[in-house]
C-alpha cells in the first residue's frame, strides 16, 4: 500500500482508463521531452552556428537517438528486475534522453568555436567533421567519468539530505523547464497558451478531457492547427511565419571510432569543461533515483548512473556527442500511471521517426510554443516533489538549493544580452561589470553548488555542525580548482596556482575559498558549544 507521503505527491491526477492509456499519455508527453531537446540540439548547431546540416541529421542527431533507444531499454529492462526483486508490479521504468544543458554546453564552448575557428581553413564539410569528432571525443569522455562516479552514488544518496538532492532540482525546475519554458510559451500567446491550458487541465491538475483524449497530443495539435491557420491567414508580423516543409531525408547511424581515438587527443584541452559536465549530471542522475524513491520506486543510484555512462558511450560510438541523462520527468509519467510501455513506444517512434527524417521534418514545422507547455508540466511535478518530499524543518535549504539554479539561468540570459551590445560594453561602470563576473562564477557548477548549500542548511538546522563544516570546507577545496564557481567563461577547471590573468577576476576564487573556509571553521566552533534548545519562536 502507498504511504501517506506517496499519496501527497501523486494525488490530483485521474485514474486513466487503463495501462494502455497511461502509457500513451505518459508516452507522448515523454516524447515530447526528448525531441524538444533534439530540436535545440540541432536548431542551435544550424541556426547560431551554420553547421551543415547533413552533419547535424546525418550523423549527430542519429547517433543521439542511438542513445535514448538504447538506454531507455536498458532502464526498462533494469525496471523490470527490479520490480521481481521488490515486488512492485506498479514501477515505472526511468526515462532517458539527451542533457539539454550539455547541448548547450557543447555547442557553445566546444563544438560551435571550433567549427567557427576551422570552417575559413577547411571548408564547412571537414571543419564540421573535425568539430562533430571532438565533440564525439568529449562524449567518450563524459562516460568515462560518470563511471567514476557511480561508486559513490549510492554514498551520496545515503549521506546526503532529501531536501538537497530534490532542492536541487527543483532550482534547475524553476528556470530551465518553468520559466524559460512560460517565456516560449508567451514568445506566441495565441498558440502557446492554448497548448499550456490544455496541459495544465489535463496533466498538472489531472482532469480528464472529454471521450478520453490525451491531453499531450491534444495540446500539440490543437497549438499546431491554430499555428498555420493564423499563418495562412496572414498574421507574419506577429511571428506567424507559413513554414515550407522540407523533404524526408532518412540518416541512420554509423559506428565511429572518433571517441575512443580521439580521447588523448585535442579534446584534453577541454577536459576542464567536460568533467564538470560528467560530474553535474552524475548528481543529477542521483537526485532523480531521489526522487522515484519517494514515490515508491526503489532504484539503486550507483546502477542508474552505470546504466547512464554506458548509454553515453554507446551514443559516442555511433556518433553521439550529448551525453544521456535520466529525466526528472519520471515523478509526471509515474503520476500519469504509467510503468515500462510508455518508454518502450517512445524509443520506437523515436527511432523510426528519427531514422526515417521525421524528426527532422516535425522540428522545422512545429512551433516550439506549442511544445513548451510539456516542460512545465515536468517542472510542477518536481515542485510537487519538493515540497512532499522532506520535513517542514528543512523548508529553509529548499531556498538554497533552488538559487545556484536561478543565478545560473540569470547569468544565461544577461551573457546573451552582453554578447549583444557591441561597443556599448565599454560604457559599462566597472561594479556592473564586477557584478557579472560575479553572477558568472556563482552561476557555474550550480547542481553541485545546490547540493552542497541545500545539505550544509540541513544539517545546521539539525546540529549536525561537523558535516556542515565538512560541506563548507568542500566548497572552498571545489572553488580553488573551478569545478564551483569557475571564474573563466568556458566553466573551465585550473589549479589555484595557474588561474589566466583575468584582469583582477582571478583572485575571485580565493576570496571565495576564503568565505568558506571561514564558514566552516565557525561550524566547528559551533559544534563545540552547549546544544541548548531553539529560541523561542523558532520551528
Known amino acids: 500500500m502507498a504511504s501517506e507521503q506517496e499519496n501527497s505527491v501523486l494525488a490530483g491526477v485521474a485514474k486513466p482508463t ?155 525546475s524553476l528556470v530551465w523547464l518553468g520559466a524559460e519554458a512560460i517565456f516560449g510559451i508567451f514568445a506566441l500567446p495565441e498558440v502557446g ?40 491567414s ?4 506577429a511571428g506567424y511565419i507559413l ?12 559506428p565511429t571510432l572518433a571517441g575512443p581515438t580521439g580521447m588523448f587527443g585535442e579534446v584534453t584541452g577541454y577536459l576542464g569543461i567536460i568533467i564538470p559536465f560528467a560530474i553535474l549530471i552524475a548528481a543529477s542522475s542521483v537526485n532523480v533515483v531521489a526522487g522515484a524513491r519517494i514515490i515508491g520506486d526503489t532504484y539503486d543510484p550507483g546502477k542508474v548512473v552505470r546504466i547512464d555512462s554506458a548509454t553515453t558511450a554507446i551514443s559516442a560510438l555511433f556518433g553521439g556527442m550529448v551525453q544521456t541523462t535520466p529525466y526528472f520527468g519520471h515523478t509526471t ?57 522532506g520535513s517542514v524543518a528543512h ?8 538559487v545556484p539554479g536561478i543565478l545560473n539561468y540569470a547569468y544565461t540570459k544577461v551573457s ?15 561594479d556592473w561589470m564586477y557584478n557579472y563576473t560575479l553572477l558568472g562564477a556563482m552561476s557555474r557548477g550550480y547542481i553541485l553548488t545546490s547540493l552542497i548549500w541545500g545539505a550544509m542548511i540541513v544539517w545546521i538546522i539539525d546540529r549536525k555542525l561537523i558535516r556542515a563544516a565538512v560541506a563548507a570546507f568542500s566548497a572552498a577545496i571545489l572553488v580553488e580548482f573551478g569545478i564551483i564557481h569557475s571564474v573563466l567563461p568556458s566553466s573551465g ?15 575571485l576564487p580565493h576570496r571565495l575559498a576564503i568565505g568558506y573556509l571561514i564558514a566552516g571553521l565557525m561550524l566547528v566552533l559551533f559544534s563545540l558549544t552547549k546544544s541548548d534548545n531553539k529560541i523561542e519562536g523558532n520551528t
Not at 497558451?193 to 495539435?221: C, E, R, T
Not at 496572414?234 to 508580423?237: E, L
Not at 523548508?395 to 533552488?402: N, S, T, Y
Open 243 to 254: 513554414k515550407t516543409a522540407p523533404d524526408l531525408q532518412s540518416a541512420f547511424p554509423m
Open 395 to 402: 523548508a529553509p535549504a529548499l531556498l538554497f538549493a533552488a
Open 18 to 172: 487503463s495501462q494502455l492509456a497511461a502509457d500513451i499519455n505518459a508516452g507522448f508527453a515523454f516524447f515530447l521531452d526528448c525531441v524538444v531537446n533534439l530540436f535545440v540540439l540541432s536548431g542551435l548547431l544550424i541556426g547560431a552556428f551554420q553547421f551543415p546540416s547533413e552533419v547535424v541529421f546525418g550523423k549527430i542527431i542519429p547517433g543521439s537517438i542511438v542513445g535514448i533507444v538504447v538506454g531507455n531499454g536498458l532502464f526498462i529492462w533494469h525496471a523490470k528486475k527490479v520490480a521481481k526483486e521488490t515486488g512492485n508490479e506498479a514501477i515505472t521504468s526511468i526515462p532517458l534522453g539527451i542533457d539539454l544543458p550539455t547541448v548547450l554546453g557543447m555547442v557553445f564552448f566546444i563544438v560551435g568555436p571550433v567549427y567557427a575557428m576551422n570552417v575559413a581553413e577547411l571548408g564547412e564539410l571537414a571543419a564540421a567533421e573535425k568539430a562533430w569528432h571532438l565533440g564525439v571525443a568529449s562524449a567518450f569522455w563524459m562516460a568515462i567519468v560518470k563511471f567514476i562516479f557511480s561508486f559513490f552514488g549510492s554514498r551520496m544518496q545515503k549521506e546526503l539530505p532529501q531536501m538537497a538532492l530534490i532542492g536541487a532540482m527543483a532550482g534547475i
Open 333 to 389: 509519467y509515474k503520476r500519469m500511471g504509467a510503468r515500462t510501455g510508455y518508454a518502450i513506444g517512445v524509443s520506437a517512434f523515436v527511432a523510426v521517426g528519427g531514422f526515417l527524417g521525421v524528426i527532422a521534418f516535425a522540428s522545422q514545422m512545429i512551433p516550439e510554443a506549442v511544445l513548451k507547455p510539456i516542460l512545465v508540466v515536468v517542472a510542477s511535478d518536481i515542485l510537487r516533489l519538493a515540497f512532499s518530499g
Open 493 to 507: 577547471m585550473y589549479t589555484p596556482w595557474n588561474i589566466p590573468d583575468l584582469g583582477g577576476a582571478e583572485i
Open 193 to 232: 497558451i492554448i497548448s499550456l491550458i490544455i496541459m495544465a487541465f489535463s496533466l498538472i491538475s489531472g482532469h480528464k478531457l472529454p471521450f478520453a483524449l490525451p491531453g499531450a497530443i491534444l495540446a500539440i495539435v490543437a497549438g499546431t492547427v491554430l499555428y498555420y491557420v493564423l499563418a495562412f
Open 416 to 430: 546573451d544580452l552582453y554578447g549583444r551590445v557591441g561597443d556599448v560594453v565599454s560604457t559599462l561602470p566597472a
Open 234 to 237: 496572414g498574421f507574419s508580423d
